[in-house]
């Protein structure tokens, strides 16, 4: 079993550089079967869920060359699978996104029903609806969903609630089909309009993606491209996070300072000093406590969800209470209960959170829950006075690239260690 063991109390104090966003390349690598030649991805983050999509592929007879460490290539020509392996699929969310990429190159998909982390109830109703009103049909058995089309032809399709994941597999369902597709009620995170520009680079006529109407005229074909995804705005943000809750003073590189907004006008208000630049954020945070604030999830541009556990581990330190609301996921406050053992004052009553800000945050053993949650007790270890040790880290590790250097980088007392794990401990005994 691996471990992040902190010890709190530096500032952070540097320049921190930021990776390729993990949810546009986990759609980005499925869609690269589409293509008829090899495409080129730079900026691929370094971390497990793409590893997993990556393992995905070879299995099903892709090449992927590792060209270096972000940068990848992918040569899909000779898949001729079209069930994606069971237990690599259920072990993350976005490998739903082969349902949509292998029902338009080959009018078939057998994939697993996705897993990722656990934050409530996550049907993927609106996705079969999509695949359902292009002229497929499906099943759910075994813990496999099974989508078959004779053909497909290009619809209008209206979303019953905003959603990522079904905008972009409706997206690459439809953008091989014969006829127009129209998306209402489309999401409009920035990784949605990189998925759209990655296809058009290789051919596709997509029109619309960051708006909530997206038109999709299918093409024959798609070619190889060469292609950069862009910067991962909630593990700026997560960084922008700790450097505030430290006091620090810290250089985010590689961001596109438009799509941090939603963090920045937050983390401003609370007192936080931002300066941006063309590429880069820089953040001054202060020994004070910052103001208290009020704050609500929301699709973008709303104030993003996996931020959420972020801030809140800034506003326990923060003066007077604090109101978060989580309105995208049924259970996202899975990390309250680790940071109370840190001394936090947050009470959770369904989809709300109420933080008194308290004076200090001691170190405690805790254990990540999932991903971002993992993350809110990395900044809590940050601030917090002694040592912290989070087990379950593998959640961090799915989604952020070497997060313990980059934090020793810009001065944190930040390490992983291997230390025995209950079946060992068992065998010991
Ligand atoms: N929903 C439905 N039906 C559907 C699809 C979604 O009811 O068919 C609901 C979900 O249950 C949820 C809401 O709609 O309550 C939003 O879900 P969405 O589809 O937008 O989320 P997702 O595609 O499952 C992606 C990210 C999440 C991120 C959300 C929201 C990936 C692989 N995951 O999930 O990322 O929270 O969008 O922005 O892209 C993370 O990175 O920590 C993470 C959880």
Do not use: W
């Amino acid at each position: 079993m691996e471990k992040f063991i902190i010890s709190g109390g530096n500032k952070l104090k540097g320049d921190i550089l930021i990776s390729g966003a993990k949810n546009a390349a986990v759609a980005i690598i499925p869609a690269a079967i589409l293509a008829d030649s090899p495409c080129i991805l730079e900026n691929v983050p370094n971390i497990n869920d793409v590893t997993v999509d990556l393992q995905i592929l070879s299995e099903m007879g892709a090449e992927v060359k590792v060209l270096n460490k972000n940068t990848i290539q992918i040569d899909a020509k000779h898949i001729r699978d079209t069930a994606v392996p069971y237990e690599m699929a259920r072990s993350i969310r976005a490998s739903y996104y082969f349902l949509g990429t292998l029902l338009t190159k080959f009018n078939h998909a057998k994939v697993s029903m996705p897993g990722g982390c656990a934050l409530g109830d996550r049907p993927i109703d609106q996705h079969l609806k999509c695949f359902k009103a292009l002229g497929s049909n499906y099943s759910i058995e075994h813990g496999m969903v099974e989508i078959t089309a004779d053909k497909l032809i290009g619809t209008q399709i209206y979303f019953d609630k905003i959603t990522v994941g079904a905008t972009i597999n409706a997206m690459l369902a439809a953008v091989k089909v014969d006829g127009l597709t129209i998306l209402e009620n489309a999401a409009k995170e920035p990784h949605i309009v990189d998925l759209a520009n990655f296809l058009n680079s290789m051919g596709a006529d997509i029109m619309g993606a960051g708006t909530d109407v997206i038109k999709i005229r299918g093409v024959k074909k798609l070619k190889g491209t060469h292609y950069t995804i862009i910067p991962d705005q909630i593990e700026a943000g997560t960084y922008m996070v700790a450097a505030a809750a430290t006091g620090g003073d810290v250089t985010i590189r590689n961001v596109i300072p438009k799509h941090l907004e939603p963090i920045s006008s937050k983390l401003s208000k609370m007192g936080v000093i931002i300066e941006e630049r063309d590429d880069s954020v820089r953040i001054v945070g202060k020994d004070e406590p910052y103001e208290r604030m009020n704050l609500k999830t929301m699709p973008h541009p709303g104030f993003p969800t996996d931020m959420q556990p972020q801030f809140a581990a800034l506003l326990t330190l923060a003066g007077g209470t604090s109101i978060i609301t989580e309105s995208i996921y049924e259970d996202r406050f899975r990390y309250v209960d680790e940071l109370r053992r840190m001394g936090a004052d947050i009470s959770v009553d369904g989809k709300v959170a109420v933080i008194e800000g308290v004076e200090k945050l001691t170190g405690a053993p805790v254990k990540a829950a999932d991903l971002r949650a993992g993350a809110a007790l990395i900044i809590a270890g940050l601030s917090a006075k002694g040592s912290t040790e989070i087990e379950d880290i593998y959640h961090i590790e799915r989604g952020y690239e070497n997060m313990a250097g980059k934090l020793r980088a810009v001065g944190a007392d930040i390490v992983k260690r291997k230390f025995p794990g209950p079946d060992a401990i068992r065998m010991a005994l």
